[in-house]
């Protein structure tokens, strides 16, 4: 099996990193976490890379003096430089442009801590408390020129408990983005996803026992 070359952008700890270098560590998995690039040489997640001997890269944003589109050529140039096939996004703190989108259109994906299309942007735990909504979850996109958007591969939910805080809601949305962004890129990394409109086809069965409802 030909598995993807895959690079990490991570901006700080990499805590989502860290979840698709345990799942690529299986020799079965179809992606192989070849490069991690940072736009900050301070974020922690290099370090933990360097620990798994993991490539990596820094593209500093501030050595670019507020032109974005040279920063991400810089990136992309990094990239293809690895041979990397497929790119994720994981607490990668920097609002694309359309360049780098569309140069790795339906190549990169991202992940977001809510339920898209609620609550894009920061203070996600906050926000899901102040609106008083039941679940809460975390999603897998592929990136578009928006942020926060892009057709949905994997979503994740958990209950909102009546006791809960933004950092006990936080807390159970990151043990689920563990969970499923290693999933959606094993469905990318093998060809199962399928774009049609806004929609991403997986083949996933449709039982209505499925279901997550809460209360119960």
Same mark, same amino acid.
């Given at each position: 099996?030909?598995?993807?070359?895959?690079?990490?952008?991570?901006?700080?700890?990499?805590?989502?990193?860290?979840?698709?270098?345990?799942?690529?560590?299986?020799?079965?998995?179809?992606?192989?976490?070849?490069?991690?690039?940072?736009?900050?040489?301070?974020?922690?997640?290099?370090?933990?890379?360097?620990?798994?001997?993991?490539?990596?890269?820094?593209?500093?944003?501030?050595?670019?003096?507020?032109?974005?589109? !040279?920063?991400?050529? =810089?990136?992309?140039?990094?990239?293809? @430089? %690895? /041979? &990397?096939?497929?790119?994720? +996004?994981?607490?990668?703190?920097?609002?694309?442009?359309?360049?780098?989108?569309?140069?790795?259109?339906?190549?990169?994906?991202?992940?977001?801590?809510?339920?898209?299309?609620?609550?894009?942007?920061?203070?996600?735990?906050?926000?899901?408390?102040?609106?008083?909504?039941?679940?809460?979850?975390?999603?897998?996109?592929?990136?578009?020129?928006?942020?926060?958007?892009?057709?949905?591969?994997?979503?994740?939910?958990?209950?909102?408990?009546?006791?809960?805080? !933004?950092?006990?809601? =936080?807390?159970?949305?990151?043990?689920? @983005? %563990? /969970? &499923?962004?290693?999933?959606? +890129?094993?469905?990318?990394?093998?060809?199962?996803?399928?774009?049609?409109?806004?929609?991403?086809?997986?083949?996933?069965?449709?039982?209505?026992?499925?279901?997550?409802?809460?209360?119960?």
């Amino acid at each position: 099996m030909s598995r993807k070359r895959t690079a990490v952008l991570i901006s700080g700890r990499g805590s989502n990193m860290g979840a698709l270098i345990s799942a690529a560590m299986e020799p079965s998995y179809p992606a192989e976490i070849a490069l991690i690039v940072s736009n900050r040489p301070d974020a922690k997640g290099l370090e933990r890379a360097a620990e798994f001997g993991i490539p990596t890269a820094v593209v500093d944003h501030t050595g670019f003096a507020g032109d974005r589109e !040279a920063f991400e050529r =810089a990136i992309d140039a990094v990239l293809r @430089e %690895h /041979r &990397i096939e497929l790119v994720t +996004l994981a607490g990668f703190m920097r609002i694309l442009t359309p360049y780098l989108v569309n140069a790795w259109s339906g190549r990169m994906i991202n992940i977001h801590p809510a339920l898209l299309p609620s609550f894009k942007g920061l203070a996600t735990h906050e926000r899901a408390l102040d609106e008083g909504v039941k679940i809460h979850g975390a999603t897998v996109h592929f990136v578009s020129a928006e942020m926060d958007d892009g057709p949905i591969i994997v979503q994740g939910a958990v209950p909102v408990l009546d006791h809960d805080t !933004a950092e006990t809601l =936080a807390a159970r949305v990151l043990e689920v @983005e %563990h /969970r &499923i962004y290693p999933k959606a +890129l094993e469905l990318v990394a093998t060809g199962k996803t399928k774009v049609t409109g806004a929609r991403v086809l997986t083949g996933a069965a449709s039982e209505s026992e499925l279901q997550l409802v809460w209360p119960d």
